[in-house]
T-cell receptor, first 112, second 114 residues
Framework: QQQVKQSPQSLIVQKGGISIINCAYE??????FPWYQQFPGKGPALLIA?????SEKKEGRFTISFNKSAKQFSLHIMDSQPGDSATYFC???????????FGKGTRLSVIA | GAGVSQTPSNKVTEKGKYVELRCDPI?????LYWYRQSLGQGPEFLIY????????DSGLPNDRFFAVRPEGSVSTLKIQRTERGDSAVYLC????????????FGQGTRLTVV
């Protein structure tokens, strides 16, 4: 049973465009939803995270939108740059001592 | 150290051999996690330590996999009788859960079983 479903699997965006990646979760007990960015040969690095008590969180060009009733959350990358080309993973967990449950990832390519 | 350190970066071993993968977490982090990442997939949970004890080992695929953290800092993931299907990137992460749920990952160990 896949607890976090992520789409699309891959995404090509023009430089300056908006990249949108979506995730859906099943366990309503999850209360922490991070997005990780991973470059080839590197470990995942935290990009931005949200808790379900807010519907949106913005950090620079990165925004998480959260819909608790639909059990969905999405990552928006504004003004996408070639340096944003990487694999993005959504994840979910219970705050405290529990491991992250990851989506399968989205490979983003930003082309000039 | 400044970040989570994993050694070796790459490991090639023959089928049937025993391997050990090491993780050195961020100093002071009490929680340590092992994940396995297959090509084109997200990280999958293997085992989680809080201090020296394994709080959750439900992700270990079988009894060939074992992990220890004897002094509550460095951890070693041990794989016996390796199989070709064990080939993957093994990621370690650490956190200080009572302060923040943010997990910091190492660069991983790429294991190839030939």
């Amino acid at each position: 049973q896949q607890q976090v479903k992520q789409s699309p699997q891959s995404l090509i965006v023009q430089k300056g465009g908006i990249s949108i990646i979506n995730c859906a979760y099943e366990n309503t007990a999850f209360d922490y939803f991070p997005w990780y960015q991973q470059f080839p040969g590197k470990g995942p690095a935290l990009l931005i995270a949200i808790r379900p008590d807010v519907s949106e969180k913005k950090e620079g060009r990165f925004t998480i939108s959260f819909n608790k009733s639909a059990k969905q959350f999405s990552l928006h990358i504004m003004d996408s740059q070639p340096g944003d080309s990487a694999t993005y993973f959504c994840a979910a967990t219970f705050s405290g001592n529990t491991p992250l449950v990851f989506g399968k990832g989205t490979r983003l390519s930003v082309i000039a | 150290g400044a970040g989570v350190s994993q050694t070796p970066s790459n490991k090639v071993t023959e089928k049937g051999k025993y391997v050990e993968l090491r993780c050195d977490p961020i100093s002071g982090h009490t929680a340590l996690y092992w994940y396995r990442q297959s090509l084109g997939q997200g990280p999958e949970f293997l085992i989680y330590f809080q201090g020296t004890g394994a709080a959750d080992d439900s992700g270990l695929p079988n009894d060939r996999f074992f992990a220890v953290r004897p002094e509550g800092s460095v951890s070693t993931l041990k794989i016996q009788r390796t199989e070709r299907g064990d080939s993957a990137v093994y990621l370690c992460a650490s956190s200080q859960p009572w302060e923040s749920p943010e997990a910091f990952f190492g660069q991983g160990t790429r294991l190839t079983v030939v």
